[in-house]
Protein backbone atom coordinates (compact mmCIF):
# COMPACT_ATOMS: atom_id res chain seq x y z
CA UNK A 1 0.00 0.00 0.00
CA UNK A 2 2.30 3.13 1.16
CA UNK A 3 4.99 2.01 3.98
CA UNK A 4 7.98 0.31 3.23
CA UNK A 5 8.77 0.27 6.82
CA UNK A 6 7.65 -1.55 9.16
CA UNK A 7 8.48 0.24 12.68
CA UNK A 8 7.55 3.43 14.41
CA UNK A 9 9.49 2.67 17.17
CA UNK A 10 11.12 6.55 17.77
CA UNK A 11 11.55 7.11 20.81
CA UNK A 12 9.56 10.74 20.88
CA UNK A 13 7.16 8.91 18.73
CA UNK A 14 5.67 6.86 21.68
CA UNK A 15 5.80 9.78 24.18
CA UNK A 16 3.14 11.64 25.37
CA UNK A 17 1.74 14.16 27.63
CA UNK A 18 -1.91 14.54 28.60
CA UNK A 19 -3.23 17.77 29.37
CA UNK A 20 -6.65 17.58 31.08
CA UNK A 21 -9.34 19.42 29.11
CA UNK A 22 -12.81 20.15 30.37
CA UNK A 23 -15.76 18.35 28.51
CA UNK A 24 -17.47 21.30 28.78
CA UNK A 25 -16.27 24.38 26.42
CA UNK A 26 -17.30 26.91 28.39
CA UNK A 27 -14.47 26.53 31.01
CA UNK A 28 -10.88 27.40 31.05
CA UNK A 29 -9.57 24.43 29.46
CA UNK A 30 -6.46 24.29 31.38
CA UNK A 31 -8.28 24.56 34.66
CA UNK A 32 -8.54 21.52 37.16
CA UNK A 33 -11.21 21.88 39.54
CA UNK A 34 -10.88 20.60 42.53
CA UNK A 35 -12.51 17.44 43.70
CA UNK A 36 -13.81 17.34 40.08
CA UNK A 37 -14.47 13.83 39.15
CA UNK A 38 -12.00 12.57 36.37
CA UNK A 39 -14.62 12.37 34.05
CA UNK A 40 -15.05 15.34 33.53
CA UNK A 41 -11.76 15.51 31.32
CA UNK A 42 -10.64 14.50 28.04
CA UNK A 43 -7.25 13.37 27.78
CA UNK A 44 -5.51 15.40 24.56
CA UNK A 45 -2.46 14.09 23.47
CA UNK A 46 0.54 17.31 23.45
CA UNK A 47 2.41 14.95 20.66
CA UNK A 48 5.86 15.49 19.00
CA UNK A 49 6.54 17.52 15.72
CA UNK A 50 8.26 14.32 14.24
CA UNK A 51 4.95 12.00 15.61
CA UNK A 52 2.46 14.23 13.78
CA UNK A 53 4.78 14.72 10.74
CA UNK A 54 4.97 11.31 10.29
CA UNK A 55 0.93 10.44 11.17
CA UNK A 56 0.12 13.11 8.52
CA UNK A 57 2.19 11.23 5.54
CA UNK A 58 0.36 7.96 6.78
CA UNK A 59 -3.45 9.57 7.24
CA UNK A 60 -2.58 10.98 3.52
CA UNK A 61 -2.55 7.90 1.89
CA UNK A 62 -4.10 5.98 3.94
CA UNK A 63 -7.61 8.12 2.59
CA UNK A 64 -6.60 7.40 -0.69
CA UNK A 65 -5.89 3.69 -0.13
CA UNK A 66 -9.76 3.87 1.29
CA UNK A 67 -11.10 6.28 -1.36
CA UNK A 68 -10.07 4.65 -4.40
CA UNK A 69 -11.08 1.53 -2.76
CA UNK A 70 -14.93 2.74 -1.53
CA UNK A 71 -13.84 1.50 1.71
CA UNK A 72 -15.40 5.03 3.17
CA UNK A 73 -18.31 4.74 5.51
CA UNK A 74 -20.74 6.36 3.30
CA UNK A 75 -23.12 6.54 7.20
CA UNK A 76 -20.47 8.40 9.06
CA UNK A 77 -19.95 12.49 8.93
CA UNK A 78 -17.30 12.62 11.55
CA UNK A 79 -13.46 13.21 10.27
CA UNK A 80 -14.43 13.19 6.64
CA UNK A 81 -13.62 15.58 3.61
CA UNK A 82 -16.79 17.96 3.04
CA UNK A 83 -18.90 16.47 5.55
CA UNK A 84 -19.58 17.86 9.48
CA UNK A 85 -22.02 17.54 11.69
CA UNK A 86 -24.48 20.09 9.43
CA UNK A 87 -24.43 17.12 7.36
CA UNK A 88 -25.33 14.45 9.70
CA UNK A 89 -28.20 16.77 10.58
CA UNK A 90 -29.17 17.38 7.04
CA UNK A 91 -29.11 13.35 6.54
CA UNK A 92 -31.40 13.13 9.47
CA UNK A 93 -33.89 16.04 8.90
CA UNK A 94 -34.30 15.03 5.04
CA UNK A 95 -35.38 11.28 6.14
CA UNK A 96 -37.86 12.40 8.35
CA UNK A 97 -39.36 14.66 6.31
CA UNK A 98 -39.37 11.61 3.62
CA UNK A 99 -40.89 9.95 6.56
CA UNK A 100 -43.58 12.08 6.81
CA UNK A 101 -44.29 12.48 3.06
CA UNK A 102 -44.70 8.48 3.14
CA UNK A 103 -46.92 8.69 6.17
CA UNK A 104 -44.83 7.28 8.25
CA UNK A 105 -44.17 7.43 12.05
CA UNK A 106 -40.04 7.67 12.80
CA UNK A 107 -38.17 7.19 16.21
CA UNK A 108 -35.41 8.70 16.71
CA UNK A 109 -32.91 7.10 18.79
CA UNK A 110 -29.41 8.65 20.36
CA UNK A 111 -26.50 6.42 21.10
CA UNK A 112 -23.28 8.51 22.82
CA UNK A 113 -20.52 5.71 22.97
CA UNK A 114 -19.06 6.76 26.77
CA UNK A 115 -14.98 7.57 25.78
CA UNK A 116 -14.77 5.86 23.01
CA UNK A 117 -11.49 6.86 22.06
CA UNK A 118 -9.56 5.59 25.62
CA UNK A 119 -11.39 2.47 25.08
CA UNK A 120 -10.32 1.71 21.67
CA UNK A 121 -9.25 -1.82 21.75
CA UNK A 122 -5.82 -2.79 19.59
CA UNK A 123 -6.51 -5.55 18.92
CA UNK A 124 -10.03 -5.21 17.55
CA UNK A 125 -8.48 -2.08 16.01
CA UNK A 126 -6.14 -4.49 14.07
CA UNK A 127 -8.25 -6.89 13.02
CA UNK A 128 -10.91 -4.64 11.31
CA UNK A 129 -7.79 -2.92 9.51
CA UNK A 130 -7.21 -6.62 7.93
CA UNK A 131 -10.24 -7.88 7.43
CA UNK A 132 -12.47 -4.88 6.10
CA UNK A 133 -9.86 -2.56 4.93
CA UNK A 134 -7.37 -5.04 3.33
CA UNK A 135 -4.22 -3.68 4.91
CA UNK A 136 -2.12 -6.39 5.65
CA UNK A 137 2.04 -7.15 5.44
CA UNK A 138 4.38 -4.65 6.16
CA UNK A 139 1.99 -1.58 6.50
CA UNK A 140 -0.26 -3.72 9.46
CA UNK A 141 3.03 -4.41 11.09
CA UNK A 142 3.40 -0.70 11.05
CA UNK A 143 0.08 0.12 12.08
CA UNK A 144 0.74 -2.54 14.91
CA UNK A 145 4.03 -0.82 16.09
CA UNK A 146 2.29 2.47 15.86
CA UNK A 147 -0.38 1.50 18.40
CA UNK A 148 1.65 -1.03 20.80
CA UNK A 149 4.19 1.27 23.76
CA UNK A 150 2.45 4.00 24.24
CA UNK A 151 3.99 6.08 26.67
CA UNK A 152 2.02 9.16 28.65
CA UNK A 153 1.77 11.38 31.44
CA UNK A 154 -0.53 13.70 32.87
CA UNK A 155 0.32 17.47 32.91
CA UNK A 156 -1.56 19.69 35.24
CA UNK A 157 -0.25 23.37 35.14
CA UNK A 158 3.76 22.87 36.13
CA UNK A 159 3.01 19.21 37.28
CA UNK A 160 3.97 15.98 35.74
CA UNK A 161 2.95 12.33 36.81
CA UNK A 162 5.25 10.02 36.04
CA UNK A 163 5.20 7.77 32.79
CA UNK A 164 2.58 5.24 32.29
CA UNK A 165 1.87 2.23 29.58
CA UNK A 166 -1.26 2.94 27.90
CA UNK A 167 -2.79 -0.82 26.54
CA UNK A 168 -5.79 0.41 24.87
CA UNK A 169 -6.80 3.64 23.28
CA UNK A 170 -6.04 6.27 20.23
CA UNK A 171 -4.70 9.41 20.61
CA UNK A 172 -6.99 12.40 20.94
CA UNK A 173 -4.78 15.27 19.83
CA UNK A 174 -3.10 12.93 17.22
CA UNK A 175 -3.74 13.16 13.48
CA UNK A 176 -4.44 9.22 13.12
CA UNK A 177 -6.32 8.74 15.85
CA UNK A 178 -10.04 10.26 14.55
CA UNK A 179 -9.29 8.55 11.13
CA UNK A 180 -8.66 5.22 13.42
CA UNK A 181 -12.02 5.31 15.44
CA UNK A 182 -13.83 5.92 12.48
CA UNK A 183 -12.23 2.60 11.12
CA UNK A 184 -12.69 1.29 14.33
CA UNK A 185 -16.92 1.90 14.14
CA UNK A 186 -17.40 1.06 10.58
CA UNK A 187 -18.02 -2.53 11.48
CA UNK A 188 -20.68 -1.22 13.37
CA UNK A 189 -22.38 0.65 10.56
CA UNK A 190 -22.64 -2.70 8.69
CA UNK A 191 -24.29 -4.68 11.26
CA UNK A 192 -27.26 -1.89 11.92
CA UNK A 193 -27.22 -1.57 7.67
CA UNK A 194 -28.21 -5.50 7.64
CA UNK A 195 -30.90 -4.94 10.13
CA UNK A 196 -32.31 -2.82 7.25
CA UNK A 197 -32.59 0.65 10.25
CA UNK A 198 -31.85 3.95 8.94
CA UNK A 199 -28.71 5.58 10.94
CA UNK A 200 -26.47 7.84 10.61
CA UNK A 201 -22.88 8.25 12.73
CA UNK A 202 -21.18 11.19 14.09
CA UNK A 203 -17.48 9.95 15.80
CA UNK A 204 -19.20 8.20 18.51
CA UNK A 205 -22.50 9.44 18.98
CA UNK A 206 -24.86 7.32 16.23
CA UNK A 207 -28.38 8.45 15.07
CA UNK A 208 -31.06 5.44 14.90
CA UNK A 209 -34.00 6.53 12.54
CA UNK A 210 -36.54 3.56 12.40
CA UNK A 211 -39.49 4.33 10.11
CA UNK A 212 -42.60 2.11 9.91
CA UNK A 213 -46.44 2.84 9.41
CA UNK A 214 -48.91 2.68 11.81
CA UNK A 215 -51.84 -0.19 10.67
CA UNK A 216 -55.47 0.51 12.38
CA UNK A 217 -56.94 -2.30 14.31
CA UNK A 218 -60.14 -3.69 13.75
CA UNK A 219 -62.72 -2.37 16.04
Known amino acids: ?13 HLASFIPLSRNPLRNRHWIKKNSPV ?5 ISNLSLIAKTIEHVVKSRLIDHLTSNSLLNSHQSAYCKHHSIKTALLYIHDHLVSAIGSQKVSC ?16 ILITHLSSWFGIHGAVLRWFKSYLSSRWFRVKCETDLSSWHTSSC ?22 LISSCSVNHHLYAPLSFF ?8 TPS
Open 1 to 13: MFIHTCSYNHQYC
Open 39 to 43: SNYRP
Open 209 to 216: LPSFRLTS
Open 169 to 190: SVPQGSVLGPQLFVMYTTPLST
Open 108 to 123: LCLLDLSAAFDTTDHN
